[in-house]
């Protein structure tokens, strides 16, 4: 028992100086831009006027802001759908005994250990519509004339440009999601499996019944991953597409950027950050919520 | 035991902290440097600033120069670290920045800048540089930076292959450019070459036909704020850049500037405007002068030269005020300047360049810099603020695909409005 209390003694110190490192430059600087956020400090000098909502107010009304959280919902739900039901696929038929299995899997990986930035060079040229796949196209006979990410067609606010950027995101992030169920479809009990066809059950039915329920955690897993990173996402965005025509391909992120280290405009720079880790809280929240109950069940 | 091992490392590790805390707080390092800071990493510039540092050190043997770089697009990272270093009360001796508003709005009127006209006066440069300039590069009667460059932003280039081909001559005014892209538009091919992937490109395009529209003393106001944006000559500026899109190449979001520029050597385009750079890439791809390429002022702005310009300035606090006279007056002075420009390729922004250093193109532009009524450049800095310019490129993204005028006069305007210097 002494001993004890004296190791949680000794744990306490050697985590204070982290712990203070992580409460000054994490949660001591979210609050201070939550504080410039509502300030005047929109020059280069530092302006403490408090103005309540007014930069919150300037940003909404703004069509860039606009476009940019439509453009940030729309591609987080593309993304996350995409990269949940293809790797599952991807698994599914690797967990199938498919043959060349090893090869596959590292193939289906690899696009995961590039950088953003690589990704969307590489997914620039091929969709830049002179010299890309349209030209591949063109030179089938085919009339390709789509613009792909300089497209500035929408429908129902939905930016048609974003598809280029959800096929980059999702090529990157697809083996991810796969190789987390893959993990999770290898922890399925093979009997479990094997009675099921006993008893007279379909593919699709085990899949259905047994499979999804077993790996829920797992796609629950993946969604927060995945949300966290569509969210958040700048560096494909700035590499692929930059803003694009008319902010088709804007993100907050991009605007956050150029807000404030072009514009000077530090308050309102502060105001969509905040706005950005507003979203990802809803995300991340109630995920941390729920595994802490379960934690202390 | 254990618990004397753990306060051993932790004393250990607290040590060396403060042993690394001590060496930053020794780092004052010798009086005889000169920190320059730029965003000049690649190509002709960094050539030239490195001819320029030359230079320095023949004259100057003694002064280790600590040539500070920040890589990145138009300096927007560069820019963020400036803006960190000066906030913070480490200033670098020197550093790059566009002349004109960029420089005025953001850290001369924030009280960060020391003046340097006496660099100017001591020197006995003044009457080097046209008025104009010292115009542009003033700010209540002092001057701010050393323009060691100036670049020239309404320039026409042409694919001369293709206008003999339709048997046209290059546009001179805003008229014959519709007259000769209707011909090419005709014939299938893109009148006017666009590379707005980063929107500058877009606002650079403007600022030509808006110049060209009401003439430099309007335009000089319309950037003070002296002049509305409803105002007819205005609009007509702003509904012929939405005919020009009617012209222009179909990948034009797709394009850097330097993209569209080729497209005009490489004749897949018959016209495009862009800064003079764009001659100094043409060189560099081997294009030649009047066979695959050649230059006019934008239609409509002949007798009129948009400049903008890299300068220097002198930060309060800079560490090594000394060195920095010295290298501002380098920048300054003839032999700067002309080790700089030719292989920047740009023209000096004083008068008395030797003509023989410079090739055919840039001796043409100095010839219009001598002569012709110089107004300030609002896509590079010059003409406005950053975050107005900031609003402008955001308006230009919108503008330049919806091509609704009347939507982009309120939001110039309202800008304007913002922005605006006020008195």
Redesign the interface.
Known sequence: MYCAK?DRR?AI??LIPMLSVLFLFVYGFIAWSLRISFTDW?????DMTWVGLDNYRMLFSS??FQTDIRNTLYFTVFFMAICIVGGFFLSYLLYSKLKGESLLRTIYLFPLSLSFVVTGVLW?WIF???VGINALFRMMGFKA?F????S?HSVAGFNVALIALIIAASWQYMGYTMAMFLAGLRGIPDQLIESAQMDGAGEAAIIWYIILPIIKPITFSAMIVLGHISLKIFDLAYAMT??????VTDFPGLFMF??T?????YAEGAAISIIMLFLVALVIVPYLYSTLKGDAQ | MR?RI?VGL?VALVATTMLFAQGAQERKGPSKTLEIFSWWTAGGEADGLQAMINEFNRQYPDIEIINATVAGGAG?NA??VL?TR??GGNPPDTFQVHAGHELID??VV???MEPVTFILKDAGFMDKYPADVIDIISYNGEVYSIPVNIHRSNVMWYSPKLFAQFNLTPPKTIEDFFKVAEVFKANGIPALALG????WAATHLLESVILANVGPDKYRDLWQGKVKWNDPQVRKGLTDYTKMMGYIN?????LANMDAAGYVAEGKAAMNVMGDWAAGYYYSQGFKQGVDWDWAPAPGTTGSFIMLSDSFGLPKNAPNRDNVIKWLTLCASQAGQDAFNPIKGSIPSRIDGDRSKYDKYLNAAMDDFASNAIVASVAHGAAVS??WL??VN?IM??F???LNVDKAIAEFQAAADRYAPKN
């Open positions: 004296k000794l110190i050697i929109n020059s280069i000098l530092p069509q860039r620039r830049s519509p002179e004339t613009g792909w990410f300089t500035t930059g803003k694009g025509p008319a902010f150029e807000t280290f072009r514009g000077n405009h | 618990k753990m932790l927007t820019k963020a803006a000066m906030q953001t850290w924030s009280g960060f707005d992937n980063e929107i179909r990948d034009h979001a797709a950053e975050p900031t609003r955001d993204s919108v330049t695909t919806d």
